[in-house]
C-alpha cells in the first residue's frame, strides 16, 4: 500500500512515531538519490510537475472542490475559503512558480571556501542538502507546491503535513509531483505528504530528530508557537513581526512620511509590516508623520508624548508595545535620540525586521551595528522584508532565530554544508 | 550580592530557573556592549585577561590544590586528577592559548555577500555574534579560558558552567578573566561562571530558549548525550566519531598502510580516531594493511571475510559497527566495491568524518559528493580533523548536526548574520 493510495483521514494500526518513521526513512532514501544527481535532473523533475499541474487541471481542480464543499459545510468564513480556493488561474500560477524555482540557480555543490595546508591538504567547504525538511502547513494548496519545489531543486526531500481543509487538494497537487519526480528518474518519496490527517502526526512530525532535518512551518502565529513550543526537531521560523520605524531628528520630513505610511498601510498583514512608530523627539515633522498615518486610516495607539502630537491618537497600554497588529493599527511612542530607540527596540523587538529614517550617516551604521535584528534597514519601508525583494527568487520562509539562516531564506538557507579535504597520503605527526 | 562574592555550591533561595535567568539577562546586557566595540577592545580584554591569569598564577594554583585534595579526598582516578590539575607550565600554556585567540582575525563584522537591487536598495550580509553561549563541561579547568577566549573574541557572552571537581580553579581563572574585561572598560558578566553545582541548573541551562543561544557541550559521551536529549536550546556538539577509512581497489598499498594505522593508532582516544576499516575485497594488500595495524597493537575485531585475511581477527557482533572505542581496537570489514562502502557507511557512520583511499580520481569524488558526514577525506588521515589542523585556530568543538557550523567549530561558527539595507527612501510598490 502507498501512502498515495490512503484515502485522505484514514488510519491505519500504525502509531504516529511509526508512520513518521516510515515515511522519514522513505524520504531519507530518496534524498540519497537527490543528493547524488546533477541539477539539471532536478531542474527537470521541476519542470516535469509544472507540466503535470497543467496536465491535472480537472482533476486537481475536482479535488478543490471537494474541499470547498467541505469547508462550506463546516461553515469556514470567506477568507478562509478564498485562501483554500484554486481556479483555472491560480492553478497557472502554482505550476508558474514551479517552473521560476526550476530557473534558479542550484545552490548545492557550490563552494563556499577552498584553503590549501602547508602540507599539502587541500580544503574545499561545500554546500549540501540538508536532507528530509518537515513542512507544517494550514489551509492554502499553494504551500504544497511551494514547499515541495524549494526543497526539491536544493536537494532536499520533503514531508509535507498540511492542514484538513485541504486535503484533496494537496493530494492532488502532490500526484502531479509524484508524476514530475518519477519521470525525471527520481523516486516520488522525495516528496511525501502525510497520508493522515491524525494530528498526533504533527507531534511525532516535532520531535522526530534525527529522522526529520528541519521543521518548517508555515500558517498563522498559533501554529507557529506550538511548532516552536514542541519541536525537538531544528525550527525555521518567525513567531511575530514586531516592526519598528524610527524616525531620527535628522530625516527627511518627505521621506519620513512616505516610508511610515508605507511600511504600515501598503499591506498591513504581512509580517514585515510596522506595528511600531518611533518619533525622535527632537525631529520637527512628527504631526506630518503621524497625520499621514491617521489619514490613511491608520488607527494609532501612543504614549501620552505621542498623544500630544495629535489628539487623534488613542492610548496605548503596555501590552501595545508587544503586539504585532497585523491590521491597520499601529504603536506610536516618542523616544530621547539614538540610545533611546535602540533600548526601546532591544526591549520589544521581535528581532525580525527594523528600520530608521535618517540624514545622519554616522546614526544610520550606529542602528545598523547595534540593532540585533534579522534585518536592520535605512531610509527604506520594512515592507521590503521579503526574499524576492532581496533578490532571493521565492522564499521558505523569513526566519528569526539566532542560527543557520536568518531573514527571507531561500534556496541557500535549504543548504548546509561539508567539508571536503583531498589528500595525497598525509598523516597527521 | 554578585555572583562572584558566592562561595562555590552555595544555594540561594533563587530557583534554578530563576537564577539562570538572572544570569543570562546579566550576560545579554554585556552582550549589547561587546557587540558594539571594535575588535581591538576585545584582543586588549584578551590580552589582560593572560596577563592577569600570569600575575594570578599563586592564587589559581592554590584554588587548583584544593580541588586536586578534595579530588584525592574523593578518590577520583589518576587520569581525572591529570587532567584537573595545573602547575606553572600549564597555566602558562593557558594564558598563551588565550593570547593566541586575541591574534586570530575577528569575524564580526565581515562581509559575507553585498548586492544592489534595481531600485536602488543596497544590502549586505554582515557577521554578527550569536549573543549568549552557554558552555557545559567537565572537569578540565582550561576550557574555563579556552571558552571564554573563543566567546569574547567573536563578540558572544558566556556563561560556563563547568565540573565540580574544577570549581575553585574555575572560580579562579575566571576571576583573571573578570580583571582582564575590567581593564578593557567591558562588563565582567561578559564572562560569567555558574555560582552553584547544583546539577539542576544545567537543566535550567539546557530549557532557556530565548535566554541563552547555543549550548556547547565539552566533555564525554554521557555528557554529550544528556545535553543533546534535553536541550530546547540549539546544541553544537558531536555525539560520536564512529569514523570509517575505506580502503579502495585502487589504493596505494603504502598510502593504504600509513593511514590506516596512523587514523586509529596517531591518538587512539580523539573524535577523529578511525573506528572502522573498510577494506574493497579486490584491493591486492589487505592483509598488510591488517598486519601493520596488528602489529602496531590495535585489536581488530572483523567480519568473516575479514578475518580470512588474518587469523589473528577476532570475531565481530552488530553492535561493533556502531561502536567508538576510543582505544586500540577497531572493527574492519570487506566491501564489494565502492557502493558497498557507500552503503555501510550511510547506515553506521556518525556524520563525522569518514576517508577513502585510492588512487582513482572518479571513485574520489564520488566519495566525496556521496558520503554525508561533516568531513569527507580523500588519502589522508581522519586525525586531521581539527580546527588547528584545518588552518581554523582554536576550535570550540566539532560539529555533526546539519543547521550551522559543522565538522571543526571556530570563531566564525560562533557568528551568525544580519542583513542590513541601505536605502534612500524606497517604499515598497
Known amino acids: 500500500m502507498t501512502v498515495d493510495t490512503l484515502p485522505a483521514g484514514s488510519t491505519t494500526a500504525e502509531s504516529p512515531e511509526a508512520l513518521v518513521a516510515r515515511l522519514a526513512a522513505d524520504g531519507r532514501a530518496a534524498q540519497r538519490v537527490l543528493a547524488r544527481i546533477g541539477e539539471a535532473q532536478k531542474a527537470e523533475a521541476l519542470r516535469a510537475a509544472a507540466a503535470a499541474l497543467r496536465a491535472d487541471e480537472p482533476a486537481i481542480l475536482a479535488a478543490n472542490a471537494k474541499d470547498i464543499a467541505a469547508g462550506e459545510a463546516k ?23 514551479v517552473e521560476q524555482v526550476a530557473a534558479l540557480p ?9 584553503t590549501s595546508r602547508p602540507n599539502g ?22 504551500v504544497t507546491a511551494d514547499a515541495a519545489a524549494l526543497c526539491l531543486r536544493s536537494g532536499n526531500a520533503a514531508l509535507l503535513r498540511g492542514g484538513s481543509e485541504a486535503v484533496h487538494s494537496n493530494h492532488a497537487i502532490r500526484a502531479a509531483f509524484a508524476k514530475g519526480l518519477e519521470s525525471a528518474g527520481i523516486p516520488a518519496a522525495a516528496i511525501q505528504l502525510v497520508p493522515t490527517q491524525d494530528r498526533a502526526v504533527v507531534g511525532a512530525m516535532l520531535t522526530a530528530a534525527g529522522q526529520i532535518d528541519m521543521i518548517v512551518p508555515r500558517g498563522g502565529k ?18 511575530d513581526g514586531i516592526n519598528h520605524t524610527y524616525i531620527h531628528a535628522a530625516a527627511d520630513r518627505d521621506v519620513a512620511r512616505a516610508i511610515a505610511v508605507n511600511a504600515k498601510m501598503r499591506r498591513t498583514g504581512i509580517c514585515g509590516a510596522m506595528e511600531t512608530l518611533l518619533l525622535d523627539a527632537q525631529f520637527p515633522a512628527s504631526g506630518e508623520v503621524v497625520a499621514a498615518l491617521l489619514d490613511a486610516g491608520c488607527e494609532l495607539r501612543g504614549d501620552a508624548r505621542a498623544r500630544a502630537i ?66 536592520v534597514m535605512v531610509n527604506a519601508s520594512s515592507q521590503f522584508a521579503d526574499g524576492g525583494e532581496f533578490g532571493l527568487g521565492a522564499e521558505i520562509g523569513i526566519a528569526t532565530g539566532r542560527l543557520h539562516a536568518r531573514g527571507p531564506v531561500a534556496l541557500e538557507g535549504l543548504t548546509t554544508y561539508k567539508w571536503q579535504v583531498r589528500g595525497t597520503g598525509q598523516a597527521r605527526p
Open 310 to 375: 495629535d489628539s487623534r491618537i488613542l492610548p496605548a497600554d503596555d501590552t501595545d508595545w508587544d503586539t504585532e497588529y497585523l491590521d491597520a493599527i499601529a504603536s506610536v511612542a516618542v523616544v530621547d535620540g539614538l540610545d533611546a530607540a535602540l533600548d526601546h527596540i532591544a526591549a520589544h523587538s521581535s528581532g525580525h525586521t527594523d528600520a530608521i529614517v535618517t540624514a545622519d550617516e554616522a546614526v544610520a551604521e550606529r542602528f545598523l551595528t547595534e540593532v540585533d535584528s534579522a534585518i
Open 106 to 114: 542550484d545552490p548545492v555543490g557550490s563552494v563556499i571556501e577552498e
Open 121 to 142: 591538504l587541500r580544503l574545499s567547504r561545500v554546500r549540501i542538502p540538508i536532507g528530509l525538511i518537515g513542512i507544517i502547513y494550514e489551509s492554502r494548496p499553494n
Open 222 to 239: 498559533s501554529l507557529v508557537a506550538r511548532v516552536q513550543a514542541d519541536a525537538r526537531v531544528p525550527v525555521l521560523a518567525h513567531l
Open 75 to 97: 461553515g469556514l468564513s470567506g477568507a478562509m475559503l478564498d485562501r483554500l480556493r484554486l481556479d483555472a488561474e491560480r492553478l497557472e500560477g502554482i505550476a508558474d512558480a
